[in-house]
């Protein structure tokens, strides 16, 4: 079985809090992303044939994964695209890309159920896994297994986590290419917390690791985001599974998503989600709670640079964070950049949030309030009747 990808029916309507809304241009591509395309440039005058994937390095530049061509093309911070490394042979299908601190870049191969990796010079090797031979097989290289691999990302240490989508699992391969199972049970669907093998993914699409080694993971089908520690222990941080609804703001198991695919963390472990089906882009902080910085459930089949609400984007795939909290998201062919508030700005609109939701709360009690009195007022009418 393939992973399906919706095409955002899940999505009804929102209930969206957008307390730092980002402000979203189009870096690279042609604005709207209509025109399919390979060709290396600046800015719109670059094009793309089908964007997944995206990571940023230490620098600024953006990498991202074009699988039409079969390329991974480099973006400088000043918008120069051309290409690191193009791939021959057979068909590929280019989803996860990560990039470590010496320009290393990591990439899955869902249709060939291999992991690559591609050096600063655009040297192509495999690190594991072997072309169409699919499974579930933990070993080195050629002999470890994958399904339907999507997500990829790296920590400090050259270790790769993969999101295996149809294995429902996550694994890490060393630096040496020995691939072990960190939590999922093989061909077993679910969304059960807990350690190891007795963990339950659906689908999981989208990988990211932090400082700390907490693995966080896009979990797709189950439209939640998971947290797997250093040890292996997984757990729900964020979203309900649920198969129709509003997509809704909350903490934890009260926030809605909308089939979040790609996922990435800053160094504060705020996880930021490509939430493809809401066509929105979300922020879950360290304590669970979820925010959108920007696009519309309701116009999810419109590109539109803005701010908020009225960025609007048309099935995101990826997003990465670089080091000043700026998110750039892949889809539709072009690479978009989002900038969050000034700070003043921010802390303005969280004041504001403050307010409005001690306003919510006091006014609530005001009506409870008149409704005890109303009632107790009926009441004694009620009884005073009956005595006369």
């Not at 993969?162 to 669907?189: C, M, P, Q, W, Y």
């Not at 599974?241 to 998503?257: C, E, H, M, Q």
Request: with cysteine.
């Amino acid at each position: 079985m393939a992973v399906v990808i919706g095409s955002g029916s899940l999505v009804k309507g929102d209930d969206l809090i957008y307390a730092t809304p980002y402000t979203f241009f189009t870096m690279a591509g042609e604005a709207g992303g209509s025109t399919l395309g390979y060709r290396d440039g600046v800015g719109s005058a670059a094009r793309f044939g089908n964007l997944t994937g995206v990571a940023v390095d230490g620098a600024g530049n953006v990498y991202v994964a074009d699988d039409g061509p079969g390329a991974i093309r480099k973006m400088t911070p000043a918008g120069v695209v051309t290409t690191l490394a193009k791939l021959v042979g057979p068909p590929w299908r280019l989803t996860g890309v990560a990039v470590d601190t010496g320009g290393n870049v990591y990439v899955a191969d869902a249709w060939n159920h291999m992991i690559f990796k591609v050096t600063a010079a655009g040297m192509v090797t495999t690190l594991a896994g072997s072309a169409g031979s699919k499974g579930s097989a933990d070993g080195t290289g050629s002999a470890a297994q994958f399904d339907h691999p999507c997500g990829v990302a790296v920590d400090g240490a050259g270790n790769v986590y993969v999101a295996d989508g149809e294995n429902h699992t996550i694994r890490k391969v060393t630096a040496n290419g020995t691939v072990t199972t960190l939590a999922g049970l093989a061909g077993s669907s679910g969304s059960t917390d807990g350690a190891g093998s007795a963990a339950r993914f659906n689908s999981p699409t989208g990988v990211a690791v932090d400082k700390q080694g907490n693995v966080y993971v896009a979990d797709y089908l189950n439209n939640t985001i998971r947290k797997i520690t250093a040890a292996g222990v997984v757990t729900t941080l964020a979203g309900q599974t649920v198969s129709t609804g509003n997509v809704v703001d909350a903490i934890g198991r009260k926030a809605r998503l909308g089939g979040p695919m790609g996922l990435t963390v800053d160094r504060d472990r705020n996880v930021y989600v490509a939430d493809y089906n809401s066509s929105t882009i979300r922020r879950v902080a360290p304590d669970g709670m979820v925010t959108t910085l920007a696009g519309s459930p309701a116009g999810f089949e419109a590109v539109w640079d803005g701010t908020g609400r009225t960025a609007l984007f048309n099935n995101p795939w990826g997003v990465a964070v670089d080091t000043k909290g700026n998110v750039y998201v892949t889809g539709t062919n072009t690479i978009r950049k989002g900038v969050p508030p000034p700070p003043g700005l921010a802390e303005e609109a969280k004041e504001w949030g403050q307010k409005v939701a001690v306003i919510i709360v006091v006014g609530l009690l005001a009506v409870t309030i008149l409704a005890v009195i109303w009632s107790d007022r009926r009441k004694a009418k009620a009884g005073g009747g009956g005595a006369r």
